[in-house]
């Protein structure tokens, strides 16, 4: 069974800082990307970033370039996203999901995780 665990959200007043993990289990984790979205109220899904198991290429959003750091822990099957310089527009419940590709594109993703929430207070 596969299995994406999100963890690490929670409240935080602007400028601080969050780190998020996902757990996965039940598929090859070397073989997939792995990608964290959010989505806030009333809007779509949107891609924050992702990164390449096999190699650890990454990518990420223009909104969150040089304060998100996504890094994966491949003995642990476990991603993370360290959340720096957090804004009220980072405000969101975000999702781990797994995909044979690396994209921001939530329409490539296969397999997706619970959420979990962000609050970012101004």
């Known amino acids: 069974e596969v299995q994406l665990v999100a963890s690490g959200g929670g409240l935080v007043q602007a400028g601080g800082s969050l780190r998020l993990s996902c757990a996965a289990s039940?598929?090859?984790?070397?073989?997939?990307?792995i990608g964290w979205f959010r989505q806030a109220p009333g809007k779509e899904r949107e891609g924050v970033s992702c990164?390449?198991?096999?190699?650890?290429?990454?990518y990420y959003a223009d909104s969150v370039k040089g304060r998100f750091t996504i890094s994966s822990d491949n003995a642990k099957n476990t991603v993370y996203l360290q959340m720096n310089s957090l804004k009220p527009e980072d405000t969101a419940v975000y999702y781990c999901?797994?995909?044979?590709?690396?994209?921001?594109?939530?329409?490539?993703?296969?397999?997706w995780g619970q959420g979990t929430q962000v609050t970012v207070s101004s």
């Open positions: 999901a797994a995909a044979e590709v690396a994209t921001l594109w939530p329409n490539a993703y296969d397999y």
């Open positions: 039940g598929f090859t984790f070397d073989d997939h990307a």
């Open positions: 990164i390449r198991s096999s190699d650890g290429k990454t």
